[in-house]
T-cell receptor, first 110, second 111 residues
Framework: RKEVEQDPGPFNVPEGATVAFNCTYSNSASQSFFWYRQDCRKEPKLLMSVYSSGNEDGRFTAQLNRASQYISLLIRDSKLSDSATYLCVVTSGGYNKLIFGAGTRLAVHP | NAGVTQTPKFQVLKTGQSMTLQCAQDMNHNSMYWYRQDPGMGLRLIYYSASEGTTDKGEVPNGYNVSRLNKREFSLRLESAAPSQTSVYFC??????????FGSGTRLTVV
């Protein structure tokens, strides 16, 4: 079983739609959680950290459920520029190591 | 611009050749990492260095060696390249516990 699992997609949505991505992780000792965004043939970039209380950054809302070992990302009012792959990331085991999910691809169309 | 710089950006090797991927960061981060990314598999950790002078194996270290030359630089060496090492390699750095900053990647093809 992969340590971090995501639905690979692709999610094809029209502009303005609301889309949600889910992620599960297997290591209950994980302490930190993130969503990264990766554009085609580019490096991953930090989108937002995820906290147990839930957190919001503009159109993006992230939620963490430690009991279920489940992380989500909600994107409201999708823009064409949101088209990318979204990576669910957790810390695992040793010092500051991040474990990446394989990513969920989002395509927003006009 | 501040950040993580990787060289080269592209490389083609013949099976059995060796090469070193270079990585440098100017953010005074303690920790540095090497990942590879293959289609459908996400990023997998090859080696990491929690601080200057230390290195540790990640998930897929076989066929690679690393050197933490100083606080800024962390290199990845392929001693005898194999086609299975065809991948995109990313270097990253972080302050303790925070998210990573990635370099722009090295696209390596082994033929």
């Amino acid at each position: 079983r992969k340590e971090v699992e995501q639905d690979p997609g692709p999610f094809n949505v029209p502009e303005g739609a609301t889309v949600a991505f889910n992620c599960t992780y297997s290591n209950s000792a994980s302490q930190s959680f993130f969503w990264y965004r990766q554009d085609c043939r580019k490096e991953p970039k930090l989108l937002m950290s995820v906290y147990s209380s839930g957190n919001e950054d503009g159109r993006f809302t992230a939620q963490l459920n430690r009991a279920s070992q489940y992380i989500s990302l909600l994107i409201r009012d999708s823009k064409l520029s949101d088209s990318a792959t979204y990576l669910c990331v957790v810390t695992s085991g040793g010092y500051n190591k991040l474990i990446f999910g394989a990513g969920t691809r989002l395509a927003v169309h006009p | 611009n501040a950040g993580v710089t990787q060289t080269p950006k592209f490389q083609v090797l013949k099976t059995g050749q060796s090469m070193t991927l270079q990585c440098a960061q100017d953010m005074n981060h303690n920790s540095m990492y090497w990942y590879r990314q293959d289609p459908g598999m996400g990023l997998r950790l090859i080696y990491y260095s929690a601080s200057e002078g230390t290195t540790d194996k990640g998930e897929v270290p076989n066929g690679y060696n690393v050197s933490r030359l100083n606080k800024r630089e962390f290199s990845l060496r392929l001693e005898s390249a194999a086609p299975s090492q065809t991948s995109v390699y990313f270097c990253a750095s972080s302050w303790a516990g925070d998210g990573y900053t990635f370099g722009s990647g090295t696209r390596l093809t082994v033929v």
